[in-house]
C-alpha cells in the first residue's frame, strides 16, 4: 500500500490530462440543473443596469474572442438580452480587431427574438478603440462622434436621432465592458470625470485584483468569469451555456482537488517510505 | 465517413476542430503537428489584425480624408496626412542606428503621455480605494453595534495593518509584535495569491471547457445529422 501510495506522486501528468479531458466530455452530456444566485458583485451589476431609465444610451465595449469565449460569451449574451427587456437603447465599440466577428452574431439573433432593428435600439462602430486604451478612451469621453467617426455600416453616428446630442462623457448613461480585463480609462474619464457609473465582465483570473474598485465604489458592479456568466443568465431566467459552464467547471475543480489530495498523501508516503529505509540502513 | 459529412459548409468547422486537436496535441508531448498549428494561429492573427487595422482605422482615419485633401489641394490636410506618416514611420527608425533618434522622439512623447495620464490615474482610480479603505472596527447602525460589520472590518483592518508590516524593510524586524505581525501579514497574502490561483485555474479551464465541447458536441454532431 505505502509503496503504491509513494508512486502517485511519480504519476505520469498525462493521466491526468486524459482524466480531466474524461470529465469534460462527461459534463456535456449529463444533464444536471445547477441553480445560482446572484453574487454581490453581479448584484451591482445588475443593479446599475436596471437604475437605467433610457433617457441616456448605454456603450457597450465588446472585447471578447475566442481566446475568452468560454467566460464572457455568456456574460455578453445575458447582458445584451437586458437591454433589450429594459428597452435600453446601446451603442456597441471595441478595442480589438476582431471584436465585432463574436458580438454581432449575439447581438443579432438576440434582436431577432426580441424584435429589435438596427439604428433604432442599437448600433455597432466596430474597431474604434486602438491601443493603447486609456488615450482613446480619453478621446472617446471627449468627443465620440469625433472618434468614431462612421458606424459599422458607414452612417456617421449624428444620423441616429438618439444619439444626435451624444458627446461627451456625460450624455451617456452607463459603460460596460466585457472584456479579458476592465478597462481602468473608465474610471478616470467617464466615472470620476462626469459621474457616468462604469460596470465590467472580466475574466476570473483579473477579477481578484478589482475587488478593491468594487468597495471603493468606482466601479460598481462585476461579472465574474463563467460564474458570473451563469449568474447573469440565470437572473435573466435563461439556462444556457453559462450554466452548463458551471457544470463544467465543477468538475473540473473537483477532479484538480482529487489531484492535489492524491499528489500530497503520495508525497507524504514517499518521504515516510524513505525516512522508514534512512533508519533501516 | 460520407463526403456529405465533409462539405464546404462544415470545412471553417473542421478546420477549427483539428486546429483544437492539434494544440492539445501538446499534452501528449512536443510534436511538429502542435508547431504547425502554432504558428498558423499566430500568423492568422497578425494577417487579421494588419488587415483590420487598416479598413477600420487607417483607411477611414487617415488615407481616405489624406488623399480627398490631395485632391482637393487643401494644404491643411495635406500636411496633417504627411505628418501623421512622418510621426508613424519614426518608430521604425529603432530598425537602424543613425536613425535611432528618430523613434525616441515619439517614444518619448508616448512616455510622456502615459506618464501624464498615469499620475492622474493615480488619484482617480487609486485614491478612493486608499480611503475605502480607512474602515471603522466598531459599526453601529441604528443605535446599536452592528456585530458581523464591525467583525469584518476589524479582519480586515488586522490584515491591511499585518500585511503592511509584512513590507517594513526599513529596519530589522526584531521587535516581536512586529515580527508576528509580519508573519501573519505574510499568512494574509498567501490566502491573497491563493485567490489568484483559483482564479487563474477557472480562466484556464473555461477555456479547455469551451474547446473540448466544441469538439466532443458541436463537431460531432455533424456526424449524426
Known amino acids: 500500500m505505502g509503496k503504491w501510495l509513494a508512486g502517485l506522486a511519480d504519476l505520469d501528468v498525462r493521466w491526468l490530462y486524459a482524466a480531466l479531458l474524461a470529465s469534460i466530455v462527461l459534463t456535456a452530456y449529463i444533464r444536471v440543473h445547477v441553480t445560482i444566485e446572484l453574487s454581490p458583485e453581479s448584484e451591482g451589476f445588475y443593479t446599475a443596469l436596471e437604475q437605467q431609465d433610457g433617457t441616456k444610451p448605454v456603450l457597450l465595449h465588446s472585447d471578447w474572442d475566442q481566446g475568452t469565449i468560454g467566460e464572457l460569451s455568456a456574460q455578453f449574451r445575458a447582458i445584451v438580452r437586458h437591454l433589450f427587456e429594459k428597452d435600453l437603447r446601446f451603442v456597441v465599440i471595441s478595442g480589438i480587431p476582431q471584436g465585432a466577428e463574436f458580438y454581432e452574431p449575439v447581438i443579432q439573433e438576440l434582436a431577432d427574438e426580441y424584435g429589435k432593428e438596427y439604428g433604432r435600439d442599437w448600433i455597432a462602430v466596430g474597431y474604434k478603440l486602438a491601443d493603447p486604451k486609456d488615450i482613446a478612451i480619453e478621446a472617446l469621453s471627449r468627443d465620440f462622434p469625433e472618434l468614431v467617426q462612421t458606424d459599422a455600416r458607414g452612417k456617421r453616428p449624428t444620423e441616429f436621432p438618439w444619439l444626435r446630442d451624444v458627446r461627451v462623457a456625460d450624455d451617456w448613461g452607463l459603460v460596460i465592458s466585457v472584456a479579458y480585463t476592465e478597462y481602468r480609462g473608465y474610471i478616470t474619464y467617464f466615472y470620476e470625470a462626469a459621474g457616468t457609473p462604469y460596470v465590467c465582465g472580466v475574466t476570473a483570473i483579473i477579477s481578484t485584483t478589482l475587488y478593491p474598485f468594487i468597495t471603493a465604489g468606482n466601479i460598481k458592479g462585476m461579472l465574474v468569469g463563467s460564474r458570473g456568466g451563469g449568474e447573469y443568465e440565470q437572473k435573466m431566467g435563461q439556462y444556457g451555456f453559462g450554466s452548463r459552464m458551471l457544470l463544467g467547471e465543477s468538475a473540473g475543480h473537483l477532479l484538480l482537488l482529487i489531484g492535489v489530495i492524491l499528489a500530497n498523501v503520495g508525497e507524504a508516503a514517499r518521504r515516510r517510505r524513505r525516512g522508514r529505509e534512512e533508519s533501516a540502513e | ?225
Not at chain 2, 459599526?139 to 500585511?163: D, K, P, Y
Open chain 2, 1 to 225: 465517413m460520407t463526403f456529405a459529412q465533409f462539405t464546404f459548409d462544415r470545412f471553417g468547422e473542421w478546420v477549427a476542430a483539428l486546429a483544437t486537436l492539434a494544440v492539445l496535441s501538446l499534452l501528449w508531448k512536443e510534436n511538429p503537428v502542435y508547431r504547425v498549428a502554432e504558428h498558423l494561429l499566430l500568423g492568422l492573427a497578425v494577417g487579421f489584425a494588419f488587415a483590420v487595422s487598416w479598413f477600420q482605422f487607417l483607411q477611414p482615419k487617415w488615407w481616405d480624408p489624406w488623399m480627398a485633401s490631395i485632391a482637393d489641394r487643401e494644404w491643411g490636410g495635406i500636411l496633417a496626412g504627411a505628418s501623421a506618416l512622418a510621426l508613424g514611420l519614426c518608430w521604425y527608425g529603432l530598425y537602424f542606428k543613425r536613425t535611432e533618434w528618430l523613434m525616441r522622439l515619439v517614444l518619448g512623447v508616448v512616455i510622456g503621455a502615459s506618464a501624464g495620464q498615469a499620475i492622474r490615474n493615480n488619484f482617480t482610480q487609486q485614491m478612493p480605494i486608499v480611503t475605502s479603505s480607512f474602515k471603522s472596527p466598531i459599526v453601529i447602525e441604528s443605535g446599536s453595534i452592528a456585530w458581523s460589520a464591525s467583525l469584518n472590518n476589524t479582519i480586515f483592518l488586522l490584515a491591511l495593518i499585518t500585511v503592511l508590516l509584512y513590507f517594513f524593510f526599513s529596519f530589522e524586524q526584531t521587535n516581536p509584535v512586529i515580527r508576528v505581525g509580519s508573519r501573519i501579514g505574510r499568512f494574509w497574502l498567501m490566502v491573497g495569491f491563493g485567490a489568484f490561483f483559483g482564479n487563474t485555474v477557472m480562466t484556464r479551464l473555461a477555456v479547455l471547457i469551451e474547446r473540448v465541447w466544441f469538439v466532443s458536441q458541436d463537431f460531432m454532431k455533424g456526424f449524426s445529422q
